[in-house]
T-cell receptor
Framework: AQSVTQPDIHITVSEGASLELRCNYS??????LFWYVQSPGQGLQLLLK??????LVQGIKGFEAEFKRSQSSFNLRKPSVHWSDAAEYFC???????????????FGQGTILTVHP | DAGITQSPRHKVTETGTPVTLRCHQT?????MYWYRQDPGHGLRLIHY???????DKGEVSDGYSVSRSKTEDFLLTLESATSSQTSVYFC????????????FGSGTRLTVV
């Protein structure tokens, strides 16, 4: 069964500092990997995704993530955090083929990011 | 952005009453999903649909049922609401390609008193 672990429930950084949010997954093959962001009271918005090729993927809002197969990780990074980045971030894993999986995604527990001025 | 709407946005209901939440899409996507979001649990899959009248259970389906009579609508019903079903419910849609991520609705905040 696929699973996702986000080890950090809550992270606090200062504005302008760099950020790394951790994500570890368990999956039988190379999965599709996603990061979503949720602002308070809002739905989830796709930040970026990985499905093959270059292991460093770029997303919206200046975020990037690196897929490391050997570590089963897909960590999210941003060089300089802005106050507007304060939100909850979710990592998700899904199947890389149709089959009978019907595209179901499994989400991590989420990491809440607080940004101090 | 993809067209997906959830209704109602907020609802308070009493224990034991039936409740139906609606998800409507205008993207003609095949796949639709219902998740619930609770602190410390992230999003957990309740039910999903892979076509009209084709639905199946997710990991937390007890106490919930779904129906999909049209491509655009996916209904989630709480047969007899309980306080443990107080949560935020999200609907999501997805295209047929594996690399398509989900597009989420804005959520329904349900309180069972």
């Amino acid at each position: 069964a696929q699973s996702v672990t986000q080890p950090d429930i809550h992270i606090t950084v200062s504005e302008g500092a760099s950020l790394e949010l951790r994500c570890n997954y368990s999956y039988g093959a190379t999965p599709y990997l996603f990061w979503y962001v949720q602002s308070p009271g809002q739905g989830l918005q796709l930040l970026l995704k990985y499905f093959s090729g270059d292991t460093l993927v770029q997303g919206i809002k200046g975020f990037e993530a690196e897929f490391k197969r050997s570590q089963s990780s897909f960590n999210l990074r941003k060089p300089s955090v802005h106050w507007s980045d304060a939100a909850e971030y979710f990592c998700a894993v899904g199947p890389n083929a149709g089959g009978t999986s019907y595209g179901k995604l499994t989400f991590g527990q989420g990491t809440i990011l607080t940004v101090h001025p | 952005d993809a067209g997906i709407t959830q209704s109602p946005r907020h609802k308070v209901t009493e224990t034991g009453t039936p409740v139906t939440l609606r998800c409507h899409q205008t993207e003609n996507h095949r796949y639709m999903y219902w998740y619930r979001q609770d602190p410390g649990h992230g999003l957990r899959l309740i039910h999903y649909s892979y076509g009209v009248k084709d639905t199946d259970k997710g990991e937390v389906s007890d106490g919930y049922s779904v129906s999909r009579s049209k491509t655009e609508d996916f209904l989630l019903t709480l047969e007899s609401a309980t306080s443990s079903q107080t949560s935020v419910y999200f609907c999501a849609i997805k295209g047929v390609r594996g690399l398509d991520g989900y597009t989420f609705g804005s959520g329904t905040r349900l309180t069972v008193v």
